[in-house]
Structures are given as structure tokens and as C-alpha cells.
């Protein structure tokens, strides 16, 4: 899951790196770091192998671990821009493998805000199970759960479910081989 960047630099011809984190925003972020340090004056080739070498931070599009062929992948993303940009990502990254969502919405007043627009963003995988709000320092807000994301997946076009039941035996099955799963869990789930 990787990205390869071209910069053309001025007076430096063109420099082309590796970022190791995949999508085109982890992308746009390298060439901005990397003209930022050329502006300051740091040697362009250094800060491409510094570049190359960055692993990223945690929880942001994190290789948690594969076995059988099924990578989970963890993600804080819990903005519906976040959402989609990861997920853009995966799609990108899973070569053609089935992308599977297991989401959790995190604030009551969050999702009253977003939750449509997570929905939407949830329509970019194959199949998603979006599990409880998780509520954190909130309490809850009558009328607001995670059917709101569900019902705006949906609407949108996806597959979704609202438990985690089947979830393990789908990503066995003939329906599921060998699945990415991007996984955006809060509290005790993670």
C-alpha cells in the first residue's frame, strides 16, 4: 500500500520518491512537506529518502494485520471528508480485492450533524456494518442513532448492515475472499 510521487523542483530537475501510506492525500501531503523544506533551503534528495522512509502515525490507514489473505486496516477517520478520503484510498490500494467497512460513529452530535454525509461516504466500499454510536463524553440525543448513517448508506447505494453478526464468517466465505477491511472503531471495540 504505497503511493510514488514525481516532483518537478526548480532548478533540480525532477525528484521521484515512495510515500508508504497510500492515497492521494497522504501524497499531496508529502510534495507539500517536501517543498516546504526545499523553500527553507534542506537538500531535496535528503528529504525525499526522509520521506520514503515515514511509516505514517497510527490509526491512520494502519496495517493491523493480515492472516488468510484478509488485511484490517484501522482508521481514525470519523469525518465524513476523512471517510471518504481513506476510502478512496483503500479502493485504490485493494487491488481489486473486496473493501469491507466496519465503522463506528463516534458523538451523538456528530452523526445528528454528519450522518448523512457518512452514509455517503460508506457507499464507496463493497459492504459496510456500521455498528452503536459510541458516545464518549456525551449523552445520548433522542432520535439519533446510527440508522441515521444507515439509512443515508443506503440511499446512497450501499450494502450495509447495522451489527457486526456474519460479519467474520462473510469475510470466510466465497462472497468475501481474501477482503480489505478498513476498520474506524472508538473505545473499547479498538
Same mark, same amino acid.
Given at each position: 500500500?504505497? /503511493?510514488?510521487?514525481?516532483?518537478?523542483?526548480?532548478?533540480?530537475?525532477? $525528484? !521521484?520518491?515512495?510515500?508508504?501510506?497510500?492515497?492521494?492525500?497522504? #501524497?499531496?501531503?508529502?510534495?507539500?512537506?517536501?517543498?516546504?523544506?526545499?523553500?527553507?533551503?534542506?537538500?531535496?534528495?535528503?528529504?525525499?529518502?526522509?520521506?520514503?522512509?515515514?511509516?505514517?502515525?497510527?490509526?491512520?490507514?494502519?496495517?493491523?494485520?493480515?492472516?488468510?489473505?484478509?488485511?484490517?486496516?484501522? /482508521?481514525?477517520?470519523?469525518?465524513?471528508?476523512?471517510?471518504? #478520503?481513506?476510502?478512496?484510498?483503500?479502493?485504490?490500494?485493494?487491488?481489486?480485492?473486496?473493501?469491507?467497512?466496519?465503522?463506528?460513529?463516534?458523538?451523538? /452530535?456528530?452523526?445528528?450533524?454528519?450522518?448523512?454525509?457518512?452514509?455517503?461516504?460508506?457507499?464507496?466500499?463493497?459492504?459496510?456494518?456500521?455498528?452503536? $454510536?459510541?458516545?464518549?463524553?456525551?449523552?445520548?440525543?433522542?432520535?439519533?442513532?446510527?440508522?441515521?448513517?444507515?439509512?443515508?448508506?443506503?440511499?446512497?447505494?450501499?450494502?450495509? !448492515?447495522? /451489527?457486526?453478526?456474519? !460479519?467474520?464468517?462473510?469475510?470466510?466465505?466465497?462472497?468475501?475472499?481474501?477482503?480489505?477491511?478498513?476498520?474506524?472503531?472508538?473505545?473499547?471495540? !479498538?
Amino acid at each position: 500500500m504505497t /503511493s510514488e510521487v514525481t516532483v518537478a523542483l526548480p532548478d533540480a530537475g525532477e $525528484i !521521484t520518491f515512495t510515500v508508504s501510506v497510500p492515497g492521494r492525500h497522504y #501524497a499531496h501531503n508529502a510534495v507539500a512537506a517536501l517543498a516546504a523544506g526545499v523553500r527553507t533551503g534542506l537538500d531535496p534528495a535528503g528529504l525525499a529518502h526522509a520521506l520514503t522512509a515515514y511509516t505514517g502515525v497510527g490509526r491512520r490507514l494502519q496495517l493491523k494485520g493480515e492472516a488468510g489473505g484478509v488485511q484490517v486496516i484501522d /482508521s481514525y477517520a470519523h469525518h465524513p471528508t476523512e471517510m471518504t #478520503a481513506d476510502l478512496e484510498a483503500m479502493r485504490a490500494a485493494a487491488g481489486g480485492r473486496r473493501l469491507l467497512v466496519v465503522f463506528q460513529p463516534h458523538l451523538f /452530535s456528530r452523526t445528528r450533524e454528519l450522518g448523512t454525509e457518512m452514509g455517503r461516504a460508506l457507499a464507496l466500499a463493497d459492504a459496510s456494518v456500521v455498528l452503536d $454510536i459510541y458516545p464518549a463524553r456525551e449523552d445520548p440525543i433522542p432520535g439519533v442513532t446510527s440508522a441515521l448513517i444507515i439509512d443515508a448508506a443506503r440511499a446512497a447505494g450501499a450494502r450495509v !448492515t447495522p /451489527s457486526t453478526t456474519g !460479519t467474520a464468517s462473510r469475510t470466510r466465505s466465497r462472497e468475501w475472499p481474501r477482503p480489505a477491511i478498513w476498520f474506524s472503531p472508538w473505545g473499547p471495540v !479498538t
